[in-house]
């Protein structure tokens, strides 16, 4: 009976290709693939697949690039270097090659020079003009001190004046994010980086695109540039020498605002009072010779807490400690804005991130709503201090409407 022996109707016989879809079912196919930078593509279509069976002995090759390979719902991933493998310095190229790190090359500022020489050239013009035209005559007597002045302003010793004016004008062309420097690696590392963080959130998310970071020494720099200044207070800090604290003092009643963070997750809306940490007593030093007003914790209505975001918490690394304002803040020379804000979270440390938007340091407890909740009271802080009372007028929008109508 040759037709039962015959294949059913429409059933195509198996081929090389068919095994082939079988093979690569069973394989793991390549899905990202990993750059010489460190970042994941999509696979290019020339990567073969890796057999189930091969997968475990399969390294980084150029048939087998590292990244990740899937088989269905499976995933495996095939790294730079396998499990096992050393690392040794790299030999000795010999004579004639160059061997140069990533660090950028150190640049020299050739900007004070200019202007000096510039400043320079245009005083020899003046005097050549004088000269020429019979002026030098009359200010004879006079020709030793304008040779003293020129050799003054020529003198080394301003390029300190030229570093001011430097600092002056990165603070007062942008606006910038400062953080007081305190000596501490550490601690002003983290500074910068939560500030870093703080601005590009405040990029994104608003209309403020602060530049860099700057960090301010309270005994040399000038603050005027900054509408806020982050203060992170350590434990066992020196305050300030007298003429800084004037400044200080001054800064902050024509309108400056300073955030001291004292970074100890300070517990309960009394911390301030009772039973104060070390690092409490360093900010009771610094504010000691400071004329400041009566403080509380921000209230319910207080303009903070809905100069962007609507709040009632302002967490940072931590979530227990309070953030305290001065208290009926009302003055028309300030704006409305307080000149001093305190609070205990780490702050900084909750803002930070690096170029892949991963966080530095983690939060405690440690809730991905907390760190928003961070970000969203950096904003906050940072709105109220740049816009004032601007959010407490809105209030009263609705009874002006009203009244315009009328």
Same mark, same amino acid.
């Given at each position: 009976?040759?037709?039962?022996?015959?294949?059913?109707? !429409?059933?195509?016989?198996?081929?090389?290709?068919?095994?082939?879809?079988?093979? %690569?079912?069973?394989? &793991?196919?390549?899905?990202?693939?990993?750059?010489?930078?460190?970042?994941?593509?999509? +696979?290019?279509?020339?990567?073969?697949?890796?057999?189930?069976?091969?997968?475990?002995?399969?390294?980084?090759?150029?048939?087998?690039?590292?990244?990740?390979?899937?088989?269905?719902?499976?995933?495996?991933? =095939?790294?730079?270097?396998?499990?096992?493998?050393?690392?040794?310095?790299?030999?000795?190229?010999?004579?004639?090659?160059?061997?140069?790190? #990533? +660090?950028?090359?150190?640049?020299?500022?050739?900007?004070? &020079?200019? &202007?000096?020489?510039?400043?320079?050239? &245009?005083?020899?013009?003046?005097?050549?003009?004088?000269?020429?035209?019979?002026?030098?005559?009359?200010?004879? !007597?006079?020709?030793?001190?304008?040779?003293?002045?020129?050799?003054?302003? #020529?003198?080394?010793?301003?390029?300190?004046? %030229? /570093?001011?004016?430097?600092?002056?004008?990165?603070?007062?062309?942008?606006?910038?994010?400062?953080?007081?420097?305190?000596?501490?690696?550490?601690?002003?590392?983290?500074? /910068?980086?939560?500030?870093?963080?703080?601005?590009?959130?405040?990029?994104?998310?608003?209309?403020? /695109?602060?530049?860099?970071? $700057?960090?301010?020494?309270?005994?040399?720099?000038?603050?005027?540039?900054?509408?806020? $200044?982050?203060?992170?207070?350590?434990?066992?800090?020196?305050?300030?020498?007298?003429?800084?604290?004037?400044?200080?003092?001054?800064?902050?009643?024509?309108?400056?605002? =300073?955030?001291?963070?004292? %970074?100890?997750?300070?517990?309960?809306?009394?911390?301030?009072?009772?039973?104060?940490?070390?690092?409490?007593?360093?900010?009771?030093?610094?504010?000691?010779? $400071?004329? =400041?007003?009566?403080?509380?914790?921000?209230?319910?209505?207080?303009?903070?807490?809905?100069?962007? *975001?609507?709040?009632?918490?302002?967490?940072?690394? *931590?979530?227990?400690?309070?953030?305290?304002?001065?208290?009926?803040?009302?003055?028309?020379?300030?704006?409305?804005?307080?000149?001093?804000?305190?609070?205990?979270?780490?702050?900084?440390?909750?803002?930070?991130?690096?170029?892949?938007?991963?966080?530095?340091?983690?939060?405690?407890?440690?809730?991905?709503?907390?760190?928003?909740?961070?970000?969203?009271?950096?904003?906050? $802080?940072?709105?109220?201090?740049?816009?004032?009372?601007?959010?407490?007028? %809105?209030?009263?929008?609705?009874?002006?409407?009203?009244?315009?109508?009328?």
């Amino acid at each position: 009976r040759v037709l039962d022996l015959a294949p059913a109707a !429409g059933a195509a016989p198996a081929t090389a290709v068919d095994g082939e879809i079988a093979g %690569q079912a069973a394989a &793991f196919m390549p899905a990202l693939a990993l750059t010489g930078e460190g970042d994941l593509i999509d +696979a290019a279509p020339e990567i073969k697949p890796i057999a189930a069976s091969a997968f475990d002995a399969a390294r980084a090759t150029a048939e087998t690039p590292p990244g990740l390979y899937r088989r269905g719902e499976a995933e495996r991933a =095939i790294n730079v270097s396998a499990m096992g493998d050393g690392f040794r310095p790299f030999p000795d190229l010999g004579g004639g090659i160059a061997v140069r790190g #990533l +660090a950028p090359t150190p640049t020299l500022a050739l900007a004070p &020079f200019v &202007f000096a020489m510039a400043f320079g050239l &245009f005083l020899v013009d003046c005097l050549a003009a004088l000269f020429l035209g019979g002026g030098l005559a009359r200010f004879a !007597g006079r020709r030793a001190a304008a040779a003293l002045a020129l050799t003054l302003a #020529l003198a080394p010793d301003r390029a300190l004046s %030229q /570093e001011d004016l430097t600092f002056a004008v990165r603070g007062a062309l942008e606006t910038h994010l400062a953080y007081v420097v305190t000596g501490d690696g550490d601690t002003d590392r983290i500074s /910068e980086e939560g500030l870093a963080g703080l601005g590009q959130i405040l990029a994104e998310r608003t209309s403020i /695109e602060p530049a860099e970071p $700057i960090g301010v020494n309270v005994e040399r720099d000038e603050l005027v540039f900054f509408p806020l $200044i982050y203060w992170p207070v350590r434990a066992g800090a020196e305050p300030p020498s007298a003429a800084a604290l004037a400044k200080i003092s001054a800064y902050m009643k024509n309108g400056g605002t =300073i955030f001291f963070d004292l %970074q100890d997750d300070g517990a309960g809306p009394d911390f301030l009072s009772n039973a104060p940490s070390p690092a409490t007593e360093a900010l009771r030093a610094i504010l000691a010779k $400071i004329d =400041i007003p009566p403080l509380e914790p921000v209230p319910p209505d207080h303009v903070l807490s809905k100069s962007f *975001y609507l709040m009632d918490t302002f967490p940072g690394r *931590y979530d227990q400690g309070p953030l305290w304002v001065e208290s009926g803040v009302g003055d028309e020379t300030s704006d409305g804005v307080s000149s001093i804000i305190i609070g205990s979270n780490s702050y900084a440390a909750a803002w930070a991130f690096d170029v892949n938007r991963l966080p530095l340091y983690a939060v405690i407890p440690g809730t991905d709503r907390q760190r928003e909740l961070a970000y969203r009271t950096g904003v906050n $802080i940072v709105m109220y201090a740049l816009t004032g009372n601007y959010k407490a007028d %809105q209030v009263h929008v609705p009874a002006l409407l009203e009244r315009l109508g009328q």
